[in-house]
């Protein structure tokens, strides 16, 4: 197969865990007799800085032309203290998300073995939990009519949906639901806010069709708590744009953490993979930054375009590393000098030869001895 990746690493700790990504496709194109081409763009505060823009026309031209777009985080710290700036990072991302009309957000949620003691909950609540979560991602808050009295003493911010809007990613939530556990939970506020009364309208009136899922519902505020006490009861969860960017970062807490949660966000003529934490300014260049969740976010465009053994091939690598313990320190208490290069030349290095030993992948990627 032939695939043009339009590849947006953006800021902070974004370019080096992008680059284990790529690195981690080049592989697979390789393995499997692909060819996969790669075409770079600035967004975010790394664009602000070179064009005073952060979604500069030429970057959305890469990604209108490419086949799919792989993303790495946005975000420097400057601008959090800087509440009167006028352009910022993030804003680059979500004029991509309208641009593009990525409107569905989809989140795995899954409890590795291997990890389990790295999470702050106890193993007997979180062991299983294999969860997916559908956040809107086009419309919301984050989109709606904001405004800033002339005094700058009052302001607000309008969380508008229309039917139109709920229908269409509700759809993919009931289809997704139906190949899994057939459990549907769609989390709001319903008691007291007037668009998330449409979103349950509307739920209720789509359910008929699917009539061998299950639906319920959790108020936002319970659900959060629910998430952390007895994340297994949940299936697929589906939101709207900010509960389900809140939702999503909390659940980093089941798996042990947020370099393990990828995400594909995806509309009805382009699809993009991105990993769901920021740019985490202050690990850049450091060599840290947990690279895991870039590539699963790169075995979900695998997966989307129908490289399902591929997909399976990296999926199992990433098993690998995180059993022999070939993990950057937010997850490694055996080794100390694993750098995120290092995990993404492992996961490389097992795609090229997926039957050697544990014990020589281990010597080889801890810089031991070499085995006879």
Not at 23 to 46: N, R, S, W
Not at 158 to 170: G, H, K, S, T
Not at 216 to 227: G, H
């Amino acid at each position: 197969m032939k695939l043009h990746i339009a590849v947006l690493p953006g800021d902070g700790i974004g370019p080096e865990v992008t680059a284990q990504a790529v690195k981690v496709l080049k592989a697979i194109a390789m393995e499997f007799g692909h060819i996969f081409t790669f075409e770079y763009g600035l967004i975010g505060g790394a664009a602000i800085k070179k064009t005073g823009t952060a979604l500069p026309e030429e970057t959305l031209s890469i990604c209108k032309k490419a086949d799919t777009i792989l993303f790495g985080a946005i975000g420097e710290s400057k601008y959090n203290f800087d509440p009167d700036a006028k352009v910022r990072p993030e804003q680059g991302l979500l004029k991509l998300r309208k641009e593009l009309d990525l409107f569905a957000n989809i989140r795995p949620v899954i409890a590795y073995e291997d990890l389990l003691n790295h999470s702050p909950l106890k193993n007997k609540c979180i062991k299983d939990t294999d969860i997916i979560i559908y956040r809107e991602l086009s419309a919301g808050i984050y989109y709606g009519a904001k405004t800033l009295s002339e005094d700058g003493q009052s302001a607000s911010d309008i969380c508008q949906y229309n039917r139109f809007e709920i229908e269409r990613i509700a759809h993919l939530a009931f289809k997704a639901a139906q190949s899994r556990k057939r459990k549907l939970t769609l989390v709001d506020k319903a008691n007291v806010l007037e668009s998330s009364r449409l979103w349950r309208k509307v739920l209720l009136e789509i359910a008929p069709q699917y009539p061998n899922v299950t639906l319920d519902f959790y108020y936002i505020d319970n659900a959060a708590m629910q998430l952390i006490l007895n994340p297994r009861q949940f299936d697929v969860i589906l939101t709207e744009n900010m509960f389900g960017d809140i939702l999503s970062e909390e659940a980093s807490v089941i798996v042990g953490s947020i370099g393990l949660l990828a995400s594909a966000s995806l509309g009805p003529k382009y699809a993009m993979f991105e990993p769901i934490h920021g740019a985490y300014s202050k690990a850049t260049d450091k060599g840290i930054a947990n690279p895991i969740a870039s590539i699963l976010s790169a075995t979900m465009l695998l997966d989307h375009f129908g490289l399902l053994d591929e997909a399976a091939l990296v999926r199992k690598a990433i098993d690998k590393s995180l059993k022999l313990h070939i993990t950057t320190p937010d997850l490694n208490t055996k080794y100390d000098n694993i750098s995120t290069s290092k995990v993404g030349d492992f996961i490389e290095d097992f795609i090229n030869h997926p039957e050697e030993t544990n014990l020589n992948f281990k010597n080889i990627h801890l810089g031991q001895s070499t085995i006879i």
